[in-house]
């Protein structure tokens, strides 16, 4: 029989929950079927089969909480018969499981059965961190409750096990004697109102994930914001005159996502601390400009990405957001289009909002956000006013590395090439 597991998910997914069985008990499945479906905390992943058989158990069902190299399901391989069943049965992973077994198996399969359990339940207790530093950690034989993170979220990452390898026995102690300080984290529950109506919802993961690393850049983060506003005059014209063109062209509408990342761009290569990333006591300053679009899906907000787009003309860079946010609405996003992005841009105009603090996406120390186009009356000079459509534009930035300075002069460097697009085609 084979043990079907959860598969290594990427660097900084260790866990997820299972959505939906997409084959049941004693179907027949060829190798490359879809068997199950896995939420993630940023996308939704299919788990295939490697090899043709029928399904014989299911060892976890939808809405549980699964870990990389957890066991879910076991499959018989076509041609397997009774006796190839019972030389599988001591198992100790799928054993405890089986309840349909022979009594006669029963007692080979007891032995296993606190193991596993045992097992199962240290699996769930264990900190957040990436398949790569768990493999490190069972090698090294380092328990990694007792690692110190450098990540700002709490990650443990591969070289955090390396150097807990390497330091004294006395430094994981004080660690754990920290660890109990996060006990006092816990939110009090609210009683139901008497009498009145209630529904109450689990949140999915993505929701739980969203909730907890919005809390975690607040708390770890030294986030400020700071304002200004644009006269949108420049672009709106360039659009009405260009949009037929445009569009024959290119077989893509000329947005003003375009221009904002192109401008966005333009002022990370004169600020470049706002295109870095802080990793323990050191900046990390990327010479690269893969930015995120924050797309809002129905299972919450996700972040693909628009890689090098510095490279990119407008055309292209219309055509990859319009890309990705049809993959995000239709829940289609793979997990290398979400990672890696290193600032981010979010539009709250299109869901009416005229003015709002963008929270950071770790970690990324800074994030433009946009708003509403409304008509106002703006001074042009001492004797005229006229009407113009202004938008607010809000950078929400890390203090840590990035001084008000610089934050306020990179928004006025991105209000000036707003203002005059034609200077974004003249980005070197």
């Given at each position: 029989?084979?043990e ?8 900084s997914i260790s866990?997820?929950t299972?959505?939906?069985?997409l084959?049941?008990v ?11 479906e ?8 299919e788990?295939?089969a490697?090899?043709?058989?029928i399904?014989?158990?299911v ?7 699964v ?37 006669a ?8 059965k606190?193991a596993?359990?045992?097992e ?18 069972r090698?090294l ?6 690692v ?38 816990s939110?009090?529950k609210t009683?139901?109102?008497p009498g009145k109506p209630v529904?109450?919802m689990?949140?999915s ?6 909730a907890k690393?919005?809390?975690e850049?607040?708390?770890t983060?030294?986030?400020?914001t700071?304002f ?5 005059t420049?672009?709106n014209?360039?659009?009405k005159?260009r ?9 893509v ?14 002022a990370?290569?004169?600020?470049p601390?706002?295109?870095?990333e ?14 995120g ?6 299972e ?14 407008f055309?292209g860079i219309?055509?990859e957001?319009l ?5 995000a609405r ?5 997990l290398s289009?979400?990672?890696g992005?290193?600032?981010t841009?979010?539009?709250?105009g299109?869901?009416?909002s005229l ?21 106002r009356?703006?001074?042009?000079d ?8 202004m ?11 990035v001084?008000g ?15 005059d ?8």
């Amino acid at each position: 029989m084979i043990e079907i597991k959860v598969p290594e998910l990427a660097e900084s997914i260790s866990e997820g929950t299972i959505a939906q069985w997409l084959k049941n008990v004693g179907d027949n499945v060829k190798k490359g079927d879809n068997i199950v479906e896995l939420e993630t905390d940023k996308v939704n992943i299919e788990i295939s089969a490697d090899y043709d058989g029928i399904i014989q158990e299911v060892l976890r069902k939808e809405g549980d909480t699964v870990e990389v190299g957890d066991i879910i399901a076991v499959l018989k391989e076509n041609g397997e018969g009774a006796g190839d069943v019972a030389s599988e049965a001591p198992a100790p992973s799928v054993s405890h499981q089986q309840a349909a077994q022979p009594a006669a198996e029963a007692p080979a399969a007891a032995p296993n059965k606190p193991a596993a359990e045992s097992e199962q339940r240290k699996e769930t207790d264990r900190p957040l961190a990436s398949p790569a530093a768990r493999k490190l950690a069972r090698e090294l034989g380092i328990d990694l409750s007792k690692v110190e993170a450098r990540d700002p979220l709490g990650r443990v990452r591969p070289e955090d096990v390396k150097a807990a390898s390497e330091k004294p026995a006395s430094q994981p102690e004080q660690k754990a004697a920290r660890a109990p300080e996060k006990k006092q984290e816990s939110t009090p529950k609210t009683a139901d109102v008497p009498g009145k109506p209630v529904e109450r919802m689990k949140l999915s993961r993505r929701r739980q994930t969203i909730a907890k690393r919005l809390v975690e850049v607040q708390q770890t983060a030294a986030m400020l914001t700071t304002f200004n506003e644009v006269d949108m005059t420049a672009i709106n014209d360039i659009r009405k005159r260009r949009k037929d063109a445009f569009l024959q062209q290119n077989d893509v509408k000329l947005g003003y996502m375009s221009f904002f990342t192109k401008a966005v761009v333009g002022a990370l290569k004169q600020f470049p601390l706002l295109n870095a990333e802080i990793q323990g006591d050191e900046v990390l300053l990327k010479k690269f400009y893969d930015i995120g679009i924050a797309v809002g899906a129905e299972e919450g907000l996700v972040v693909p990405v628009v890689r090098d787009a510095d490279k990119l003309s407008f055309a292209g860079i219309e055509k990859e957001i319009l890309s990705l946010g049809k993959k995000a609405r239709e829940n289609k996003l793979t997990l290398s289009e979400l990672q890696g992005g290193t600032f981010t841009i979010t539009n709250g105009g299109i869901f009416g909002s005229l003015m709002s603090t963008p929270i950071l996406n770790a970690p990324q120390v800074g994030i433009l956000g946009m708003h509403g186009i409304k008509m106002r009356p703006i001074a042009i000079d001492a004797e005229r006013m006229e009407n113009r459509p202004m938008m607010y534009i809000a950078l929400s930035y890390d203090h840590r590395i990035v001084d008000g300075r610089e934050a306020v002069s990179f928004l006025a460097k991105v209000k000036e090439m707003l203002e005059d697009p034609e200077s974004l085609l003249l980005q070197g």
